[in-house]
């Protein structure tokens, strides 16, 4: 089946930046997405991008695809301390509405 | 965008008995579905709710332990019977709305944490 896979961890410093990455299996992919979880908190959708692209800015938050690879990652810039939380790679194929999530990456931002 | 609200957000539940969680969405979506965290984990697809039939079942997770209701397109229940304390998870109810303007989007709600004594 569908595999994501991500890095357990990340720490980084404040105000400097941060770069989650992602590979999955799936060739079918289309959308790929990322989500925020904070402590206590559900699922916040920050940004997705169809498997045609290669990249999408959306102001602090750059994603990049490589299909050819099938590597997905998410820059964060100016990392605040507000941006400590877990961050889910999740892939989607076609119109069927299930996705398959990563493992999730801890990033904690020391000040 | 949609707005996904879930209920109860937090309960504390004993052994045996089953609870219902309820979630509505503040507009029509084609598919929702329903998702298990468990503590210090990702998410695990439960299943999808079909509106007006039987729920769709991923492998490891059957009808009687996980009854889902979709009576209509706004709304769906997703019961968790007989728990165990290895049922204490965060229960998340997501939709999309594939097929509106939207395109492709999924949502999430604040989840339902569960925890079984």
């Known amino acids: 089946g569908e595999d994501v896979e991500q890095s357990l961890f990340l720490s980084v410093r404040e105000g400097d930046s941060s770069v989650i990455n992602c590979t999955y299996t799936?060739?079918?992919?289309?959308?790929l997405y990322w989500y925020k979880q904070e402590p206590g908190a559900g699922l916040q959708l920050l940004t997705y991008?169809?498997?045609?692209?290669d990249m999408k800015q959306d102001q602090r938050l750059t994603v990049l695809l490589n299909k050819k690879d099938k590597h997905l990652s998410l820059r964060i810039a100016d990392t605040q301390t507000g941006d400590s939380a877990i961050y889910f790679c999740?892939?989607?194929?076609?119109?069927?509405?299930?996705?398959?999530f990563g493992d999730g990456t801890t990033l904690t931002v020391k000040p | 965008s949609a707005v996904i609200s879930q209920k109860p957000s937090r309960d504390i539940c004993q052994r045996g008995t089953s609870l219902t969680i309820q979630c509505q969405v503040d507009?029509?979506?084609?598919?929702m579905f329903w998702y298990r965290q468990q503590p210090g984990q990702s998410l695990t697809l439960i299943a999808t709710?079909?509106?007006?039939?039987?729920?769709?079942?991923e492998s490891g997770f059957v009808i009687d332990k996980f009854p889902i209701s979709r009576p209509n397109l706004t709304f769906s229940t997703l019961t968790v019977s007989n728990m165990s304390p290895e049922d204490s998870s965060i229960y998340l109810c997501?939709?999309?709305?594939?097929?509106?303007?939207?395109?492709?989007?999924?949502?999430f709600g604040e989840g339902s944490w569960l925890t079984v004594v």
């Open positions: 997501s939709a999309s709305l594939a097929g509106t303007g939207d395109g492709n989007t999924i949502y």
């Open positions: 799936d060739s079918s992919s289309t959308y």
């Open positions: 999740a892939e989607k194929e076609g119109n069927a509405g299930k996705s398959t």
């Open positions: 991008i169809f498997s045609n692209m």
């Open positions: 507009s029509q979506v084609t598919m």
């Open positions: 709710a079909n509106q007006g039939s039987e729920a769709t079942y």
